[in-house]
């Protein structure tokens, strides 16, 4: 079954960059895949995604401070955050979209804090 990990949340000032990766045990170069946050006590959403042609998806949200891009040979998927602000603290995930296929994995925590 595919394994999941994400990696690269941690704690960073408001204004601050991160880049998390999501890298999966078998290739994953013909789906589309999505980065899905989830705040507590807020229901888990889609914030970005990109698909196997390379087109990609962004939430109003987060549309012009975060890049979603992949590395086919590392059955990668990264998301470039930037200009990071409180509200997007939150447990970062990664799975298929527009639907999720994928068992979910443990998530990336990211904290946006002064």
């Known amino acids: 079954q595919m394994q999941i990990v994400e990696s690269g949340g941690g704690l960073v000032q408001p204004g601050g960059s991160l880049t998390l990766s999501c890298t999966a045990s078998?290739?994953?170069?013909?789906?589309?895949v999505g980065w899905y946050r989830q705040a507590p006590g807020k229901r888990r959403d889609l914030v970005a995604g990109?698909?196997?042609?390379?087109?990609?998806t962004y939430s109003d949200s987060v549309k012009g401070r975060f890049t979603v891009s992949r590395d086919s040979a590392k059955n990668t998927v990264y998301l470039q955050m930037s200009s990071l602000e409180p509200d997007d603290t939150a447990l970062y995930y990664c799975?298929?979209?527009?639907?999720?296929?994928?068992?979910w994995g443990q998530g990336t925590q990211v904290t946006v804090s002064s």
């Open positions: 799975n298929t979209f527009p639907s999720s296929v994928f068992r």
């Open positions: 078998a290739s994953i170069n013909i789906l589309a």
């Open positions: 990109i698909r196997n042609d390379g087109t990609t």
